[in-house]
């Protein structure tokens, strides 16, 4: 099918995408590519800083400054990746920490200001805790993947090593958050019962937190017009696949499925600083 289109495609390993990766999704219309970058934050930099990537995972607040900063994309609202924010702020076993409150007035380490975890995180703790996010210094060791963004005057940049968490347990962060994978040695979560915490928010709200979405280069899109119904239907057909072999569910796929989540993180993100106001996600994503 020497007719088709190719597209070099950065995601990660999801159980959900598994279909379209062993060939039991294709297309007569799309041909992937795929080019695994590891670890999968550089793709989402290599994406809205390069030309060489047509369809990435990206992460949503990414995303959002991508859209602030001109770069010509757009989102699909399929949600290939999410976490529950309240496991991810962690602490010291033995450290001073016993409530989120507690945090106020301290220093609390995040991999960047602008990273889609830790703009969660924070939204929850000023929404759900009353912490107050501008009496908090907060470390990072990178920016926020794209150059023009500046973090606010109440964060300092650290150079690695030592990374975040041996400077946790050396007692220069009260908490860190942002980890991909929580390694449970020494630390507890920030929030007590922190998992449960979290489902009781979800099923309070209605919200599964977002963290990572679909995007894709306007150019394809505009040269073909019908490619962003063709990615969101063959991504919805693997996820199909995928859950009834076994593989656990994630959010449900489409725009009006994800407005609430996708919403409220940039409504986060504005109050935030990460962006000046709060964007419509209509702005954002296409209309699927």
Not at 86 to 113: E, F, M
Not at 140 to 146: C, I, K, N, P, Q
Not at 191 to 212: C, F, K, S, V, Y
Request: glycine letters at 8%.
């Amino acid at each position: 099918m020497a007719d088709r289109l190719t597209l070099r495609i950065a995601l990660g390993k999801h159980d959900h995408v598994a279909p379209l990766r062993d060939g039991r999704v294709t297309s007569p219309r799309i041909a992937f590519e795929f080019v695994d970058i590891e670890p999968l934050p550089k793709a989402f930099r290599q994406f809205v800083n390069g030309d060489d990537l047509d369809v990435a995972e990206l992460a949503v607040v990414t995303h959002l400054l991508a859209h602030r900063f001109g770069r010509p994309i757009k989102g699909i609202a399929i949600p290939l990746w999410s976490r529950l924010p309240h496991t991810n702020l962690v602490c010291a076993t033995d450290g001073p920490i016993k409530a989120p409150s507690d945090l106020n007035g301290r220093k609390v380490g995040v991999r960047a200001y602008g990273q889609t975890s830790g703009v969660w995180v924070r939204g929850i703790l000023a929404s759900d805790y009353g912490v107050d996010l501008g009496g908090i210094t907060w470390g990072t060791m990178e920016d926020a993947h794209l150059p023009e963004y500046e973090d606010p005057a109440n964060t300092r940049r650290y150079a690695a090593p030592p990374g975040l968490r041996d400077l946790m347990m050396a007692g220069e962060f009260a908490a860190i958050m942002g980890e991909r994978v929580v390694d449970p040695a020494g630390i507890r979560t920030v929030i007590p019962d922190a998992e449960q915490a979290a489902l009781d928010w979800i099923a309070r709200t209605g919200i599964q937190p977002i963290n990572h979405i679909l995007a894709v280069r306007n150019a394809l899109t505009d040269a073909h017009p019908w490619l962003p119904a063709q990615l969101y239907g063959l991504f919805d057909r693997a996820r199909a696949i995928a859950v009834a072999d076994g593989a656990a569910e994630p959010p449900p796929y489409g725009l009006e499925a994800s407005r609430a989540s996708l919403q409220l993180a940039m409504r986060f993100s504005a109050e935030q600083r990460i962006t000046p106001h709060e964007v419509s996600v209509d702005e954002m994503f296409w209309p699927l």
